[in-house]
């Protein structure tokens, strides 16, 4: 029921673009700068939460109507603020190390995807439909892991990280993404069917990555979700994990290829 409820904004932001997109999506930075400052024993998280909103939000801003390369500046000039308010804390050294490292990390680790998201709908022309087919890779894979880890169990991915995963649920992620990638050439009635399957399950595993790297992250702040803000799911970021990393992934693809290239989709 939350991931229904959920995928309505979304979709809606992603379909309509600009102005939609931009605040739906600072609204979720807004909201992943609060879970991941929650995650450290900081002293003053709602002023480095409001720093962190002001960085991801201004990226958002500068990706809309600059580009992503100026969007980069103003996460760099964000990592320093947050720096700066994480070791003027009144507490030892030792103390303030780890919670600036992590904050810092967070700024990277929250913001490239940010500006990823907002380059892949707003930078590439009208990239509704690559982040549309970006969606279903993300979470028709999340669907088959889920469906295919339940059913058949058996030997785990990563027990150390994530005891619930499973070589099936990966598996069965890389099928649904495979599903998803010959639907999508079957609606375009065009494209390279083989290229843009290969894309979809480049894609799932690195999302699959991003999910087992946010529980490692978790591990090591000592908690089990980042937040209790959607029942059932956790947090906003244990959601939006294995979109995150993929949309990086595949901003980072395009931007080399010069854009998505026409044989994909």
């Known amino acids: 029921m939350s991931a229904l409820f959920l995928a309505p904004p979304a979709l809606f932001a992603v379909y309509f673009g600009t102005p939609v997109f931009e605040a739906v999506l600072v609204l979720c930075c807004a909201v992943l700068a609060w879970e991941w400052t929650g995650l450290w024993n900081v002293r003053r998280p709602f002023l480095i939460t409001g720093v962190m909103t002001a960085t991801f939000g201004g990226a958002v801003a500068a990706t809309s109507m600059l580009g992503a390369v100026p969007a980069l500046g103003v996460l760099l000039v964000g990592a320093v603020a947050v720096l700066g308010i994480a070791i003027a804390e009144p507490r030892d050294s030792d103390a303030r190390a780890k919670p600036a490292l992590w904050l810092i990390a967070g700024t990277a680790y929250l913001g490239l995807p940010i500006?990823?998201?907002?380059?892949?709908?707003?930078?590439?022309?009208?990239?509704r439909g690559v982040f549309l087919w970006l969606l279903a890779v993300v979470w028709i894979g999340d669907i088959g892991a889920y469906v295919l880890g339940r059913t058949f169990g058996g030997p785990r991915l990563a027990v150390s990280i994530s005891p619930n995963k499973t070589w099936a649920g990966f598996f069965g992620a890389i099928a649904g993404a495979t599903v998803v990638g010959v639907a999508t050439v079957g609606l375009m009635r065009a494209g390279n069917t083989a290229a843009l399957v290969a894309a979809s399950v480049v894609l799932v595993i690195v999302a699959q990555g991003g999910d087992l790297a946010e529980s490692w992250v978790k591990r090591r702040a000592g908690v089990k979700d980042t937040s209790r803000l959607i029942p059932g799911h956790g947090g906003l970021l244990d959601r939006l994990d294995g979109l995150l990393a993929a949309a990086a992934v595949l901003a980072l693809g395009a931007g080399l290829m010069g854009g998505v290239p026409t044989a994909w989709m």
């Open 115 to 127: 500006v990823a998201l907002t380059w892949i709908r707003l930078g590439l022309g009208d990239g």
